[in-house]
Nanobody, 115 residues
Framework: QVQLVESGGGLVQPGGSLRLSCVFSRIIFSIKDVGWFRQAPGKQRELVAS???????QYAASVKGRFTISRDNAKNTVYLQMNSLKPEDTAVYYC?????????WGQGTQVTVSS
């Protein structure tokens, strides 16, 4: 059973921007805090940003000021606007509820920041 679908990744130059989207099932999205996670090769998965149902947000220090998480409750969708991208942002990005649930991990969407 697919509970969420991520999209929007791609290859971008340093300093560029991408907008990721994640569509959740309504029953999950309506009651849960959600977030974006990322995992780079050789590194542990980390929480990048989170947002509550009432739109209270938190960010990892590494992305604060550059990334913006938002949600549209009517569309059951969470977004991650990524600006001023750096090579170290390269990773597979995943969405999930917060705290994460193992059976909700999807395929993720690859973000590659490179010249």
């Amino acid at each position: 059973q697919v509970q969420l679908v991520e999209s929007g990744g791609g290859l971008v130059q340093p300093g560029g921007s991408l907008r990721l989207s994640c569509v959740f099932s309504r029953i999950i999205f309506s009651i849960k805090d959600v977030g974006w996670f990322r995992q780079a090769p050789g590194k542990q998965r980390e929480l990048v940003a989170s947002i509550t149902h009432t739109k209270i947000v938190q960010y990892a220090a590494s992305v604060k000021g550059r990334f913006t998480i938002s949600r549209d409750n009517a569309k059951n969708t969470v977004y991650l606007q990524m600006n001023s991208l750096k090579p170290e942002d390269t990773a597979v990005y995943y969405c999930n509820v917060v705290p994460e649930r193992a059976n909700y991990w999807g395929q993720g969407t690859q973000v590659t920041v490179s010249s």
